[in-house]
């Protein structure tokens, strides 16, 4: 079976879309492709993301992002010779809160992912998965990260523990000891990822830049030590798993607050820098810290790996062997549409793809909604 898998995450960069065939039991990759999004999408989208907004922009930019999405996989697979057989698309999310909060006398956790999967289905011609986070949360879960049931899969290792580390807008780890059961693996979003720094360097440059290319505004400046032990206070690195963050505590409020200190631009694009690997070490050292060590390896995917910023200061912090999941033939950038391909390709065979050690769900559920 060919399933194309959609991505577009936090970052707001653009659509990945991969195309895994998955006949024989195993799978390859066939083709992979970004299509970025305009200036003027990625304004709509931040512009609903966690904020007041009237109903009719979340609707219109729900079909509108479907049909992006469309023309994304049919980009992928044409010049690839494929006509993939399934879609599993993530879908935008505008908002996400696992942890269930007081609301109308009730306590209520939600998400929201946009992005309609029956005018995916319709443009394409192909069946998709989409809506995969709610039924987690239904189950009692955080509804992410959902990404670790895939990490488990791929890399896994008899005798050595291994953390994937995925940086996108948020970053997020899977801690897999040696030889570990499903049950016996750690996974939760660590803290920012490229969000805060994408975000100052795009009021940096009035919008012409979206991340810090090379990580060179970063190597020009200087982290500020009190504005780091400042941010680092925060009480969500010291919670336990489960526990998932994004544009709630990372956006823009977020921003507006660095940007009224007294520091150069480079400063605090380099002391966001910082944060993202400090969050990371301390969320490594706190909760699966018994995996380090010389045998222990650190395999690094999303856009921050190619960050040479981030990857050098995690080189300095953790002791363990630290690579791109390239090494491990998985492309940095295309890890988490070929996660959604998988968790598509796990539902439309009625099986769970959650991993409730993950997200906190009570059992383990089939994912998403068939369109």
């Known amino acids: 079976m060919i399933v194309a898998g959609v991505m577009s995450g936090t970052s707001l960069d653009g659509i990945d879309v991969a195309i895994v065939d998955f006949t024989g039991g195993a799978w390859k990759l ?4 970004t299509a970025p999004y305009s200036s003027r999408v990625r304004e709509a989208i931040l512009a609903v993301s966690n ?6 922009e979340v609707a219109r930019l729900h079909f509108l992002l479907a049909e992006l999405y ?19 698309c993530h879908g935008q999310t505008i908002f996400h809160q696992g942890a269930p909060v007081p609301y109308l006398g009730r306590r209520v956790a939600s998400t929201l992912q946009i992005g309609d999967g029956s005018v995916l289905a319709e443009r394409t011609g192909i069946p998709v998965i989409s809506d995969f986070r709610p ?3 239904a189950a009692g879960g955080r509804g992410a990260p ?13 005798r050595h523990g291994r953390i994937a580390l995925n940086i996108g807008g948020i970053a997020n780890i899977t801690a ?11 996974a939760f979003d660590t803290g920012p990822g490229n969000m805060v720094i994408d975000a100052l360097v795009s009021h940096a440059s009035g919008g012409r830049r979206t991340f810090d290319r090379g990580g060179r505004i970063a ?3 200087e982290p500020s030590a009190r504005l780091l032990q400042r941010l680092l206070a925060d009480s969500y690195y010291a919670a336990p798993p489960p526990k998932t963050a994004g544009r709630e505590q990372y956006g823009a409020a977020f921003v507006r607050r660095l940007l009224r200190l007294r520091l150069s631009q480079e400063d605090l694009i380099a002391t966001a820098t910082l944060l993202t690997a400090s969050t990371i070490w301390i969320g490594v050292e706190r909760f699966a810290g018994a995996l380090l060590g010389e045998r222990c390896e650190v395999i690094v995917s999303g856009g921050g790996a190619r960050n040479p910023q981030i990857m050098n200061h995690l080189r300095a912090m953790l002791p363990a062997r630290i690579a791109a999941s390239s090494e491990y033939g998985i492309d940095v950038d295309a890890k ?3 996660a959604f391909a998988v968790l598509a390709h796990e539902s439309w065979h009625g099986r769970p793809s959650n991993l409730p050690a993950a997200t906190g769900a009570r059992r383990a559920v089939v994912l998403g909604k068939r369109c």
């Not at 959902?146 to 008899?158: A, I």
């Open 70 to 88: 469309a023309e994304a996989v049919l980009a992928a697979a044409k010049p690839a010779g494929v006509r993939p057989e399934l879609i599993g």
């Open 176 to 186: 897999i000891p040696a030889g570990a059961r499903p049950d016996q693996v750690i």
């Open 336 to 338: 988490e549409a070929i």
């Open 135 to 137: 039924r987690d949360i």
């Open 30 to 33: 066939l083709a992979f492709r």
């Open 219 to 221: 190597a020009r400046g």
């Open 146 to 158: 959902l990404v670790p049931f895939v990490d488990y899969r791929l890399f896994r290792h008899q």
């Open 51 to 56: 904020k007041r907004a009237h109903t009719g």
